[in-house]
């Protein structure tokens, strides 16, 4: 089987290669992401896999399909770059890595808010140029505050865990709720209920028409002044705009994010030279309540090596016709 593997770093090349002890499995590695004006470097391949950024559309699937691709395999969990319907009707099988290690990015969530809530961010640069005042730098014990957790998956739940572990009060919403989050001594609630009584709210949903805009001036103000919003989801769940207005108004006191909606054009890459054309996330690096870090949440050494399994067992599973529940196409 051969393979195209799109938007590769060298720290992806580096794991997959050391995991594919598998000698039929060729892995070709393309720094690129995958587009409309990328797809044509499929040709001569049989599958190809793809992470978050890669546009899947119905376009790219179709000329996929011309070129005799038959699978796609994300190293990603979130699938909402891809069409499956398309997929499906093409009969192109798409994977991806559901449970890599929900503990990576849930561990990323508690940084951000750390980093928020004890303002280290500042507090580096203060002690780098000798100033060791406190002014400003005051926080709040995490100890008996309210966190209200959307989504309690397998990432909401082991943020959960920490969570009550520093002695949060666990406020929950999900359209599946999950038995952990009692046992945890959580409780479910309605989302206006969470909003209204949550110090922080950290999302862990899917990106979804129902889910898109989740964060934005109507739910924004039902929340208590002051909240601390953590995204390590998907960018599209928060309105940057109003998230922006709420930051301005004191509505919201801090904001956390390793996503971003238009990330696409961004994360990932080295723009340090670059003018960046995108006002709304300039304007919000500006705000010292505000963090972002570039979709790095999944980013440990466990997650690589547990991908790059995963990544290689789909396209085997595929290869062999094995049935697999990491299979989404059947969702369609
Ligand atoms: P999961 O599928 O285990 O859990 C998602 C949960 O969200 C489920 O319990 C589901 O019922 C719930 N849900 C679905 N629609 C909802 C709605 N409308 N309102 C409330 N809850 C809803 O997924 P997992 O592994 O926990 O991942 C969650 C998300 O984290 C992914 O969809 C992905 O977007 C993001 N992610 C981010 C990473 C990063 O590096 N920052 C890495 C991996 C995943």
Same mark, same amino acid.
């Given at each position: 089987m051969k393979v195209a593997v799109f938007s590769s770093k060298p720290y992806d090349e580096h794991t997959l290669n050391k995991e594919n002890y598998c000698n039929d499995i060729q892995l070709s590695f393309f720094e690129s992401r995958l587009s409309k004006e990328t797809? $044509?470097?499929?040709?001569?391949?049989?599958a190809i896999s793809c992470f978050v950024n890669d546009k899947i559309n119905k376009e790219v699937l179709h000329q996929l399909h011309e070129n005799h691709i038959t699978v796609i395999a994300l190293r990603c969990t979130g699938f909402n770059n891809v069409d499956l319907e398309v997929a499906n009707q093409l009969g192109i099988r798409v994977y991806h890595v559901?449970?890599? $290690?929900?503990e990576s990015v849930a561990e990323h969530a508690v940084a951000l808010i750390m980093t928020l809530n004890r303002k280290t961010h500042r507090a580096y640069h203060r002690v780098k140029e000798s100033n060791f005042s406190l002014e400003g730098l005051m926080g709040f014990n995490l100890s008996g505050k309210t966190v209200g957790c959307i989504g309690t998956g397998r990432i909401g739940i082991a943020f959960s865990k920490i969570m009550t572990g520093f002695g949060c009060e666990l406020l929950c919403y999900d359209v599946e709720p999950n038995h952990e989050v009692i046992d945890l001594g959580g409780q479910y609630v309605e989302l206006d209920t969470l909003y209204k009584k949550a110090d922080i709210i950290s999302l862990h949903c899917p990106l979804t028409n129902d889910t898109n805009h989740l964060i934005n001036h109507s739910s924004l103000s039902k929340m208590r002044d002051g909240v601390m919003i953590i995204n390590?989801?998907?960018?599209?769940?928060?309105?940057a705009q109003e998230a922006i207005d709420a930051l301005y108004s004191g509505k919201i006191g801090y904001l956390g994010l390793?996503?971003?909606?238009?990330?696409?054009?961004?994360?990932?890459?080295?723009?340090?030279g670059k003018i960046i054309q995108d006002s709304v996330f300039q304007l919000m690096l500006t705000f010292p309540n505000v963090v972002v870090t570039g979709h790095q949440g999944y980013f440990t050494d466990t997650a690589l090596s547990h991908i790059a399994q995963t990544t290689l067992e789909n396209l085997s599973d595929h290869k062999n016709n094995k049935p697999s529940n990491r299979q989404l196409t059947h969702l369609t």
């Open positions: 797809v $044509s470097l499929t040709k001569g391949f049989n559901p449970d890599y $290690s929900p390590t989801s998907r960018g599209g769940l928060v309105n390793d996503v971003y909606e238009q990330e696409g054009e961004l994360f990932f890459e080295d723009m340090s």
